[in-house]
Nanobody, 127 residues
């Protein structure tokens, strides 16, 4: 079955960087768009970044544009999120997710379009 496992979360100071990884298994990774989401306790899970299955097309939330970069290796079945210039408001649990179906890029950051999730990795940014 589909399995997604995030890693790389840590505690850093504002201005620092982290690289999150997501290992995928149990399905044809190269066929599906992937996304990164984050959630603060008590708030809705929000889309951060997404990447198409094979063309490398990406979408970012306005709050992370210019600071975060999503990438993938279809050969290794891995998804990545490079996070630079981290700020305290980036503190959250970060999840990777597998898309359920093709959709317009305008909807790539909606959680409704994803059908499998990892367990999450905690990112804490202190000021």
């Amino acid at each position: 079955q589909v399995h997604l496992a995030e890693s790389g979360g840590d505690s850093v100071q504002a201005g620092g960087s982290l690289r999150l990884s997501c290992a995928a298994s149990g399905y044809d990774f190269y066929l599906y768009r992937m996304g990164w989401f984050r959630q603060i306790p008590g708030k809705e899970r929000e889309g951060v970044a997404a990447i198409s299955s094979q063309t490398g097309t990406t979408r970012y939330a306005d709050s992370v544009k210019g600071r975060f970069t999503v990438s993938r290796s279809n050969a290794k079945k891995m998804l990545y999120l490079q996070m630079d210039n981290l700020q305290p408001e980036d503190t959250a649990i970060y999840y990777c997710a597998k898309a359920a179906y093709d959709s317009s890029p305008n909807s790539w950051l909606s959680r409704d379009g994803y059908d499998a999730w990892g367990q999450g990795t905690q990112v804490t940014v202190s000021s």
